[in-house]
């Protein structure tokens, strides 16, 4: 391998190992390129047009005039070549005579352009300042200059907030190719601070990662409520598979390490995707860390990305649903179609009006199961062709458009009535064996006061409409004398965000 430069970089040192195991893993040469700022002139850079799903250059221009090429991606004059190739450059030579031809950039627009090699791009989420042809007075200004804005304190740390989520309408899960509509709420988020730091560390919770105990009966109890190494292995994973994403996806990351924490208030295993707030807001602080945007980890993909975090690193059960809604956040219709997922890899995300959302009320278990049980065996069903599941769920995405046009119009008794005949579908399929004594008891103190019930998720909580105070008072007495939790949902909406990704935090 032989390596040519000539630049110096905005940032700190991009990741070295990362460019070579993504050089070994094209087996081309390779050519590094970042997307230039608003400001910077094409025709003073090297610009390459990369092909988005291979990766290959499929056209370089050196300092092209205008209207030559669309493309904003500037090479930074940073290339690998393997070691056959470098006798290219004698024909190169023999074929521009002229010295001011003999430059690298010429080279590169003439393996590309005309000679045809395979050139593989890899992108760096940074800017630069000197490329080229620059003198030693440019380089010691520059550095002087770096120096300086080196001596001053860090960035202060970076926090995001990925928010629970309630399951309005549709599939109990969305691995059946069908329909839902979910919606985040302010009450319960998972929140993730990123900091730039020496060493990598992931902070253990005080609460939720413990490894002393007071007793083996404490170790016994924390165990059984909160699980095995709470959220600090889905921060563990959520780095590991952003690094392997980026290395395969041509990104080269800044050579900078960092701390992890979080903190989260969802309520364990009752269904409000507590798992994937946490890895959807350690994505949202490792793509600001690393200055990633929606074009470098499209928004459409980053449920995919969070999902095989879930599922391929640490064998979770679950599916798109949760995902979604954390990553676009508000209310939102998902349309799973067998037909769409099989096109584009992922469903169609719709965002609905937040000021048509209905006020929904909330209740879940105080010491829940593992809620995980409460799928069965419903999806081997699915697999197996069960004409009764294969129709359950056809109706649940009927239930969906509807509740979609109910929800609309603001048609609250034609949405409750949805949400109960989504209830009894699901009971219908499930049995009630599975879905277990709390939520059927949840679910008879709903219906018990008149009200339109349904489970938010795969179980631990029920949610509902109310809309008489006095009832509501009365219902919220019911529960809590039942041992249960409750709250009033408030709806967490987007565009109400200051410049953070923080909301207020209902007191419930």
């Not at 070549?81 to 006798?87: G, L, N």
């Not at 993909?301 to 999902?307: H, T, V």
């Not at 987007?494 to 007191?507: F, H, I, M, Q």
Request: hydrophobic residues 35%; contains cysteine; glycine residues 8%.
């Amino acid at each position: 391998m032989v390596i040519a430069a000539d630049m110096l970089c905005a940032d700190q040192n991009f990741d070295m190992a990362q460019v070579l195991k993504f050089f070994r893993l094209k087996g081309g040469e390779l050519a590094i390129y970042y997307e230039m700022e608003e400001g910077e002139s094409s025709s003073t850079r090297g610009i390459v047009e990369v092909c988005p799903d291979s990766h290959r250059i499929t056209g370089f221009f050196e300092k092209p005039q205008q209207g030559e090429t669309s493309s904003r991606m500037a090479s930074v004059v940073f290339y690998c070549f393997q070691r056959q190739t470098i006798p290219t450059l004698e024909t190169f030579l023999s074929n521009f005579p002229k010295t001011e031809d003999r430059v690298l950039g010429r080279y590169m627009e003439w393996l590309i352009n005309s000679a045809n090699f395979p050139v593989y791009g890899m992108k760096l989420p940074i800017g630069f300042q000197l490329i080229g042809q620059v003198g030693l007075p440019d380089y010691t200004k520059w550095l002087a200059h770096y120096s300086t804005v080196k001596s001053k304190p860090q960035v202060k740390a970076i926090t995001c907030r990925a928010y629970a989520r309630i399951g309005i309408i549709g599939n109990p899960s969305d691995g059946y190719y069908g329909k839902t509509i979910s919606m985040t709420v302010s009450n319960f988020w998972a929140e993730v601070t990123i900091s730039q730091s020496k060493k990598l560390v992931l902070v253990p919770h005080p609460l939720n990662d413990p490894t002393e105990f007071g007793s083996l009966l404490d170790l016994h109890y924390i165990s059984r409520k909160e699980g095995y190494l709470g959220g600090l292995r889905l921060l563990q994973a959520t780095c590991k598979k952003f690094y392997q994403y980026c290395s395969e996806k041509g990104i080269a990351l800044s050579k900078q390490n960092f701390t992890l924490r979080y903190n989260v208030n969802i309520p364990r295993q009752v269904g409000l995707a507590g798992s994937s707030a946490i890895v959807s807001a350690t994505l949202k602080c490792l793509m600001k860390f690393y200055n990633l945007t929606d074009d470098d980890l499209p928004k459409s993909i980053q449920p995919n990305f969070i999902l095989d975090v879930e599922k391929e690193e640490l064998f979770i059960t679950a599916g798109l649903q949760d995902r979604v809604v954390q990553v676009y956040e508000g209310l939102i219709y998902m349309d799973f179609s067998r037909s769409i997922m099989e096109e584009q890899g992922y469903g169609n995300y719709i965002h609905m009006d937040m000021s048509c959302a209905p006020p929904f009320w909330l209740a879940y278990l105080r010491d829940p199961s593992d809620s995980g049980l409460i799928h069965n065996n419903v999806r081997q069903r699915w697999l197996n062709g069960d004409p009764e599941v294969i129709e359950a769920m056809t109706i649940f995405a009927e239930l969906t458009d509807k509740a979609k046009t109910a929800i609309e119009e603001k048609n609250w008794n034609e949405l409750a009535e949805l949400m109960n005949r989504n209830l009894s579908l699901r009971r219908s399929i499930f049995t009630d064996a599975c879905l277990g004594s709390g939520n059927l008891k949840m679910i008879e103190i709903a219906q018990q006061h008149g009200c339109a019930v349904k489970l938010p998720g795969s179980g631990g909580a029920v949610i509902g409409l109310c809309f008489d105070p006095q009832k509501l008072i009365e219902l919220k007495k019911s529960y809590q004398e039942a041992g249960f939790v409750f709250c009033s949902i408030v709806p967490y909406c987007p565009e109400n965000r200051g410049t953070t990704d923080e909301a207020p935090v209902s007191k419930g």
